[in-house]
């Protein structure tokens, strides 16, 4: 099984970016896909999830109308797009696959 996020790094606040997470190895379009990150000193948030049926989406409350998750089960990849970006929103991001597997991780920084 792997989870490969790509699309971190440095932007101003007020910039955007997106997120990719490549999956393989298990049956994607099975799996609720999220997102998390872990702002630096403080515990991993869980920040959007997709469900693998329904495609129904939620979100961390202080990124909603900001950041949105979508999924393309033909490329068994989530994304993650994140506008209007705040300083705040500087993490490590994590691509999460049902209950069981994790990706390493990709920087997000905000900051002019």
């Known amino acids: 099984v792997q989870l490969v996020e790509s699309g971190g790094g440095l932007v101003q606040p007020g910039g955007s970016l997106r997120l990719s997470c490549s999956a393989s190895g298990f049956t994607f379009s099975s799996y609720d896909m999220s997102w998390y990150r872990q702002p630096p000193g403080k515990e991993r948030e869980l920040v959007a999830v997709?469900?693998?049926?329904?495609?129904?989406?939620n979100y961390l409350d202080s990124v909603k109308g900001r950041f949105t998750i979508s999924r393309d089960n033909v490329k068994n990849t989530v994304y993650l797009t994140m506008n209007n970006l705040k300083p705040e929103d500087t993490a490590v991001y994590y691509c999460?696959?049902?209950?069981?597997?994790w990706g390493q991780g990709i920087q997000v920084t905000v900051s002019s």
């Open positions: 999460h696959a049902g209950e069981t597997y």
């Open positions: 997709n469900t693998g049926i329904g495609f129904r989406t």
